[in-house]
């Protein structure tokens, strides 16, 4: 069965320490692994996509990595404006329709 | 570009009420998904349509749910009659093609009382 999990649940940093939140993954057939941030009573919103191990792309203080088994996205230098949740997801070739949503990690940055 | 919209933003009901959620996706992205948040659990997938056939309603949780998107535009998702369980953020999203990275809106709130 397909399964998206990511740790830590909670994340607390001083504004400028630097960290990173992990994402594995067990999926048949890895068509894409998805990083979306999303704030509280908004939707997700897109960050990256990651097609296959190696790949890394970057954005701001953000940079998301790809290994076979998991994912990595490292936040260097957080600002306070850094803080939401960070949701890893994972689509299968066999069922491209669907996005299967790991639980999150919640981001706090403190000033 | 506008985003995905969705409304109403919040809906409160009583349970064996109707309900009617409403997306309107990205102009020009055929791909149009539904999801919802339950109980603080992740978000889980519903249905996909491309243009105005549905290409995946493996998610849909049972009969008491009927979405529509005809003309291939706008979606509509409804809940009746509306159960306790049902509570949670309905959200709408959409990509240009199928497969690919998926645009979400803001959800609907449902409270079923």
């Known amino acids: 069965e397909d399964q998206v999990t990511q740790s830590p649940e909670a994340l607390r940093l001083q504004e400028g320490e630097s960290s990173s939140l992990n994402c594995s993954y067990t999926?048949?057939?890895?068509?894409?692994l998805f990083w979306y941030r999303q704030d509280p009573g908004k939707g997700p919103e897109f960050l990256f996509t990651?097609?296959?191990a190696g790949e890394e792309k970057e954005k701001e203080r953000l940079k998301a990595t790809l290994t076979k088994k998991e994912s990595f996205l490292h936040i260097t230098a957080p600002k306070p404006e850094d803080s939401a949740t960070y949701l890893c997801?994972?689509?299968?070739?066999?069922?491209?329709?669907?996005?299967?949503f790991g639980s999150g990690t919640r981001l706090s940055i403190r000033p | 570009e506008a985003g995905v919209t969705q409304f109403p933003s919040h809906s409160v009901i009583e349970k064996g009420q109707t309900v009617t959620l409403r997306c309107d996706p990205i102009?020009?992205?055929?791909?149009l998904y539904w999801y919802r948040r339950v109980m603080g659990k992740e978000i889980k997938f519903l249905l996909h349509?491309?243009?105005?056939?549905?290409?995946?309603e493996s998610g849909m949780p049972n009969n008491r749910f009927l979405a529509e998107r005809t003309g291939g535009t706008y979606s509509t998702l409804k809940v009746q009659p509306a159960e306790l369980e049902d509570s949670g953020v309905y959200f709408c999203?959409?990509?240009?093609?199928?497969?690919?990275?998926?645009?979400f809106g803001p959800g609907t709130r449902l409270t079923v009382l």
């Open positions: 999203a959409s990509s240009p093609n199928g497969g690919g990275t998926q645009y």
């Open positions: 999926v048949s057939g890895l068509r894409g």
């Open positions: 990651l097609y296959s």
């Open positions: 997801a994972v689509q299968r070739y066999s069922s491209a329709s669907k996005i299967i």
């Open positions: 102009s020009g992205h055929d791909n």
């Open positions: 349509f491309v243009k105005e056939s549905k290409q995946d």
